[in-house]
Every structure is written in C-alpha cells, then in structure tokens.
C-alpha cells in the first residue's frame, strides 16, 4: 500500500500527469501538488484540474513526503541545486529519467548532504506525446519500473518507493544505473536515434516531394514519424548525458548495417532470411511478455 500521502511533481509533462491521474484514480485521498517552471503549462495543468499548482518550487515541495522530478535530464542539475536549499530531512526524492549515472551524480550528493533520501528510478513507460493534456491514467499499467540504487541509497526509501510503483500498476526491477544505461541505449535511445534518422533522410531526399511522404507513407515510415515526434529537448539531454552507452550501441549497430548492406550487394538471400527471422522472434517475445499486442495497429484508431 502507497505511504506516501503528500506528494509533489516537478515538470507537468506526460510522466507526472500521467501520475497524478493515476493516483487520483487509485486514491483520491492523497494530496498532490504540481510546478513547472513553464507558466503557459502550469496554467494549462490548472485549467484541466490535474492537481493543486503552484507558481514557485518552493510552496510546491512544502510538507511533501516525495518529491518526483519530471523534468528534462538537462535541468535535473538546476532543480536539485533550488532543492536543497528548501526540502525537509527525511524527505523522498526520485526521478524519471531514461539516463541514470549522470543524473545520480547531480542529485545524489546534494541531496543526502540535507538530509533528502534519494532513489533514482525510472519508469519505462511513455508516448511520443507532451505536456499536461498527454497523461492518461492507464499509463504505468503492467509496464516496468527500474530503480538503480547505489551504496549510499536508503533500504527504507528504496522499498517504499518501490511499492509506489507498485501501486501505480507497475512491475519493477533493480539494475545498477551502468546496466540500466546500457540497456536503455539498446531498447530506446537507439531505435529513437535512427527514427529521428531515418525522417531527416527522406526529408532531404530531393527526389521525392513532402507529399509524396506523407500521402504514401507506409506503416514502417509512420512508426518512424510517430517516434520521431518525440519531445525534442528530451532526446537532446539523453543523448549528450549516456554518451558512452550510445556510442557503444551505435558502434554495434552500424556494424549489422554493413553486413546488411554486403548481403544486399551480394544478393545473399539465405544471409537475410536467416537474419530476418531471428530478428522477427524478438518482436514474439515482446508481445509473449505483454509490453505489446500482436493485433495490428495502423494508427487508425
């Protein structure tokens, strides 16, 4: 059962409205309170009713027993610095950001240092959707949540915060935030990386006019599109802040693309059945675990 029964959002995008929907759904009762340092969003989050908003941090994180950050991982630094100064001892912080060694060396020491008991985390879960009118109360359910404590990470904290998760709908799992990164770099960061690719070649394609690409985009070009609509300043932050990780990844993944590219060459069709259908049987295995549906989706619902 959830503990916490005052809690804060920073940043009034999807991951925190979707929270405080979540939340108002499973237990009205408990008190939620919102910022962004954004007016034109705070006054939108206020006029949809998503939670009590304030217009500074300070009346924001107030008597709050969690404090979850929303924000970009480019401004966690800046958030924490304000934080600080004004959070309660024994008050529980955590993020949701897709980077985590980079964000826990900007928020951990400064945090234990007044008292705070940080808990990194990460819930993976989203749309290429953003804002406050993005979040729905179905969000987090049955989708995973990775915490990535470290030595100095409270058991307290870390179990409460778990069972946060929990009651959001979650499933959850501890990973050191190396591995998380890693993995992350391979299931996300990636495939977003070569979406956002794969819709800048064909925008600079001379040969083939914009509507052209839109009235005949097939479903393997719209997914691209649809990922690649994702919020811009995010996607800036995560890849300058897991540059190891990426470029790993992406050191692998241009190696797969000449061998592609040779098996093309050469006509090599038993090279690219046999690679196809090994790539084919990951996709089985997502749907098996029901992070997805096997029922088409064309995006036209």
């Known amino acids: 059962m959830n503990e916490f029964r005052k809690i804060s959002v920073i940043g009034l995008g999807l991951i925190a409205s979707s929270i405080c929907l ?33 217009s500074n941090l300070d009346d924001a994180v107030s008597g709050s027993q969690l404090i979850i950050l929303c924000v970009p991982v480019g401004q966690m630094q800046a958030v924490t610095q304000r934080l ?16 985590k060694l980079s964000i826990i060396e900007e928020i951990e020491f400064n945090i234990e240092s007044v008292g705070g008991k940080y808990v990194p985390s990460h819930p993976i879960a989203g ?5 406050p009118d993005a979040g729905y109360a179905g969000l987090f359910e049955g989708r995973w949540c990775i915490l990535t404590p470290t030595k100095k990470t409270n058991k307290k904290a870390l179990n409460s915060l778990e069972t946060f998760w929990k009651f959001l709908g979650m499933q959850t799992k501890i990973m050191t935030p190396e591995h998380h990164d890693l993995v992350l770099a391979v299931t996300s960061h990636a495939p977003h990386l070569i979406a956002y690719t794969m819709v800048g070649v064909v925008d600079d394609l001379e040969t083939v006019t914009k509507s052209e690409i839109i009235n005949y985009s097939a479903a393997g070009f719209r997914d691209f599109t649809r990922i690649a609509a994702s919020d811009p300043v995010m996607w800036r932050d995560i890849f300058l802040n897991n540059q190891d990780a990426h470029l790993e990844v992406l050191g692998r993944f241009t190696e797969e693309l000449f061998s592609l590219q040779r098996a093309i060459r050469k006509k090599d069709g038993e090279y690219l059945l046999k690679y196809f ?25």
């Open 84 to 99: 600080k100064k004004i959070i309660e001892p024994g008050t529980t912080i955590t993020d949701v950001g897709s980077v």
């Open 127 to 131: 749309t290429e959707r953003s804002g």
């Open 277 to 301: 259908e090994r790539t084919r049987s990951i996709r089985k295995g997502i749907v098996a675990a029901g992070q997805d549906t096997g029922t088409p989706n064309f995006g036209r619902d």
């Open 22 to 54: 979540t939340l108002r759904q499973k237990d009205p009762t408990i008190k939620l309170v919102g910022y962004d340092k954004d007016k034109v969003v705070r006054n939108r989050a206020k006029k949809i009713g998503l939670c009590k908003v304030e």
